[in-house]
């Protein structure tokens, strides 16, 4: 049983790890504060949504176009984001709420609150000796390792990556030395949203959707970047992996109706202790970078 | 620039002066033109009391999160008023639908305070909410105004003796035992006894669960069906496996769980993956009779029960006139929304319908409160009176003891009515449920 509980709970921390991504890109390079993420993972669900009804693609062939639809996306709220970045993080703060609420809205205007969902080919039972999984969370688990291992070996050795490092190190220097800030900045955004809706693409092959989901991925994708340090990618991973192995394992043991305390208060205590997240002793000047 | 500032700001202050004072939701009217809208009753009371038109308070959610549902149950009380004033309204009386958006606790507060004072209603119908029920009743108590439930389950509703508050439809805890004992009919179905039935009970953590898990207990210890898990859990919860695991864990013959749509979804995902297969899975609330439910699961959602109110309404028992008249409800439903309407519709038509029959037209209208709750109180509809298969008999609480619950199962993406057999539509299948393997 534990051995499941285990299994069960990396599984589910490579869904959290996938979320987290875009949102520790955009907060590790452009510091920019985005509380409409889970809103972005939102429309990414249902631009999955879409494409399942207009062409019958499920969501791992959809892939493609979900991408396309998310640099369109992107591109859109740069255009209004951009001038935020870089500027007071209330800023920040109050025009992603805004953005957070047009986002619901309009949604539920074109597909009202009933819950839609795409009927996936992988939600089957596979037993491995004792523990079983299904087909979707291992593939899923498999595309956030790689995803975080690309933009890894992607942030170390090409131009784009370390002028991203550059700007998330010193933004003014970066600027002196001559790297296109603005660009970089767009390029995270962008890079940033169409992460948020593969990841909404992804998860639509396990859950259904609705205009509201994005407040609870918004809370878990930020817990997940804080905890493993902002601007962290392999922090996010193990931050995500540790919070979907306390999920499971406080949910059977201790009950199910405080599995999403548990996790609450490992972060708090992390943040007593080491409030740079997980991978940073304890040091509050700098925060190691991406 | 500063006097320019001085007056921008004074407009805006104006602007949100004058917003903040017709904020509040809307007011619709009845449909029927003929009406005449009166604002001052008590003067010409006596002169022009045959001509007044009723007012009843209609509250629903009809924005935000609940809105569909919340517009779906609105109509059914609008259409009903509407049918009855075509029929020549309430001993001559037309009924004049006061409507206010609920969707939410705090709403609740402010909409019912204002239809009370402002607009001088005497009786509250609604609503598709819980939390919003409890605040509702609590305030039209206070006022002395006539508070009449259709829909919110929560047992603090009718259990706080307020004379004046009436649910029509089944309570928390009357929904777990009709589960417990429908469980236990199919249980025999199967051969095992009832004392040996080993029963698990899994429900959200909120006033909805908690009342269900109650009534199931009472029903389980009182017939001697062992409980062997009893938990609740966060309806939030992106993933139900340890839940699964549980249940796996204390091996039950039948489970009894009450969900929203996104867990209870994720519930029988995970039983299917973790291969957990009681002999019976019966399923309580939203989460397992919504048609996203057979979208999102496909096969894998035939032979889950479903217990709720039914939304066929079987004619033959109806009183011709009421038969008749949820035909035409029907037909304009469908015009109105696009779709047949839910379980919700039939319980507002027939709440509404109740309510002014048996209770305003015997109680003379509604300015007499006592009158409108002796006339309640001496309501006796047997099973069968209303689309839904309910009768009507209220206890000391106000809560209808004669509210009926069936048992749907989902076949091939249809929900069946399998129970009880004067309602049901198709045979039961996959009793005991097959495993999963074997499907």
Same mark, same amino acid.
């Given at each position: ?20 991504? !875009?949102? +520790? ?12 993420? !889970? ?12 494409v /399942? ?48 609420m ?10 009202? +609150? ?29 595309l ?13 050795? +090409?131009n ?68 493993? !340090? ?17 999920e499971?394992?406080?949910?059977? /043991?201790?009950?199910?109706d405080?599995?999403q305390?548990v ?22 000047r ?5 | ?13 104006l602007?949100?002066?004058?917003s ?20 001052? #009753?008590?003067?010409?009371?006596d ?20 809105? =569909? ?17 075509e ?7 037309? $009924?004049? =639908? ?21 607009? %001088? ?16 009743? #609590? ?21 706080? &003796?307020?004379?004046? $508050?009436?649910?029509?439809?089944? #309570? ?18 199967? %051969? ?6 080993? =029963? ?5 953590? #909120?006033?909805? &669960? ?10 389980a ?30 091996? *039950? ?10 867990? &209870? ?12 297969n ?8 939203? %989460? ?7 979208e ?29 008249? $949820? ?16 379980? =919700? ?12 029959y ?28 209303? *689309?839904?298969?309910?009768g ?48």
């Open positions: 049983m534990l051995l499941q509980l285990i299994i069960s709970g990396i599984l589910l921390g490579g869904i959290y790890a996938l979320l987290s991504i !875009g949102l +520790s890109l955009q907060l590790g390079v452009s510091k920019f504060i985005n509380f409409a993420y !889970g809103d972005f993972v939102m429309i990414g669900m249902y631009s999955t949504y879409v /399942y009804l207009a062409f019958g693609l499920n969501p791992y062939l959809a892939w493609p176009l979900v991408i396309l639809m998310g640099i369109v996306f992107g591109l859109i709220m740069f255009t209004v984001a951009k001038r935020a970045i870089g500027k007071s993080p209330i800023n920040q703060i109050l025009m992603t709420l805004g953005f957070a047009i986002l619901q809205n309009v949604v539920l205007l074109f597909f009202k +609150s009933d819950f839609k969902s795409v009927p996936s080919d992988f939600n089957n039972s596979i037993k491995i000796s004792e523990i079983f999984v299904s087909g979707n969370q291992l593939i899923t688990f498999g956030a390792l790689v995803s975080t291992i690309g933009f890894l070996v992607f942030i170390k050795y +090409s784009t990556g370390r002028a991203m490092r550059a700007v998330g190190q010193n933004r003014n220097a970066s600027k002196l030395m001559g790297i296109n800030v603005p660009r970089v900045d767009m390029v995270v955004f962008i890079l940033g949203t169409v992460m948020a809706m593969c990841s909404g693409a992804l998860l639509m092959t396990m859950y259904p959707t609705y205009p509201t989901v994005g407040s609870g991925l918004s809370i878990i994708a930020w817990i997940t970047v804080i905890l493993g !340090g902002v601007g962290h990618l392999q922090g996010a991973l193990v931050a995500a992996l540790i919070i979907g192995v306390s499971t394992l406080t949910g059977y /043991y201790l009950g199910g405080v599995r305390l996790y609450f208060v490992i972060f708090i205590i992390v943040l007593i202790v080491s409030p740079g997240g997980i991978f940073n002793k304890i040091s509050f700098k925060v190691k970078r991406l | 620039m500063k006097k320019i500032m001085k007056v921008l700001s004074l407009l805006l202050v602007v949100m002066m004058v903040a004072c017709s904020n509040g939701g809307s007011s619709d009217k009845a449909t029927d033109d003929s009406q005449e809208v009166v604002k001052d #009753n008590a003067d010409d009371q002169a022009k009391e045959n001509l007044e038109p009723i007012k009843i308070g209609v509250i629903q959610p009809r924005s935000g999160a609940l809105a =569909v549902s919340g517009e779906d149950s609105y109509w059914g009380s609008q259409i009903a008023f509407d049918l009855i004033n029929r020549g309204g309430i001993d001559g009386r037309m $009924v004049e =639908v006061v409507s206010a958006d609920v969707p939410d606790a705090t709403a609740a507060q402010n909409e019912v305070n204002r239809l009370i004072q402002n607009e %001088g209603v005497k009786v509250i119908t609604g609503i598709y909410g819980s939390s919003m029920a409890e605040v509702a009743g #609590n305030i039209s108590n206070r006022n002395d105004v006539l508070y009449w439930e259709s829909i919110s389950v929560t047992d603090r509703l009718t259990s706080k &003796g307020y004379e004046g $508050v009436f649910r029509i439809h089944i #309570n928390g805890s009357g929904f777990g035992q009709q589960a417990a004992e429908i469980a236990a009919k199919f249980s025999k179905d199967i %051969g095992i006894a009832v004392e040996d039935i080993k =029963v698990a009970i899994i429900c959200v953590n #909120n006033d909805f &669960g908690q009342s269900v898990a109650t009534g199931v207990e009472e029903f210890n009182e017939s001697g069906m062992q409980i062997v898990l009893n938990e609740l859990y966060d309806s939030k919860s992106t993933d139900t496996s340890p839940m699964v695991l549980q249940l796996k864990n204390a091996d *039950p013959d039948i489970v009894i769980a009450t969900s929203y749509i996104n867990d &209870g979804i994720d519930l029988t995902k995970q039983s299917r993956i973790l291969d957990f009681p002999k019976l899975y019966i399923g309580i609330g939203s %989460g397992y009779g919504l048609p996203a439910y057979a999102a699961l496909g096969d894998d959602a035939n032979g889950m029960i479903d217990i709720d109110a039914s939304q066929k309404p079987v004619y033959d028992t109806l009183d011709a006139d009421l038969a008749e008249a $949820v035909k035409e409800f029907e037909v304009r439903f469908e015009e109105e929304r696009g779709y047949q309407p839910p379980v =919700v519709g039939y319980l507002t038509f027939q709440a509404a319908w109740v309510l002014a048996e209770v305003i037209a015997k109680a003379g209208g509604t300015e007499d409160y006592q009158a409108m709750i002796d006339a309640a109180n001496a309501i006796d509809m047997q099973l069968g009176s209303l *689309p839904t298969g309910a009507v008999r209220f206890d000391e609480n106000g809560q209808n003891e004669r509210a009926l619950l069936v048992a749907m199962q989902w076949q091939e993406g249809a929900l069946e009515t399998i129970y009880p057999e004067s309602m049901a539509t198709s045979e039961p299948i996959m009793i005991p449920r097959p495993n999963w393997s074997e499907r």
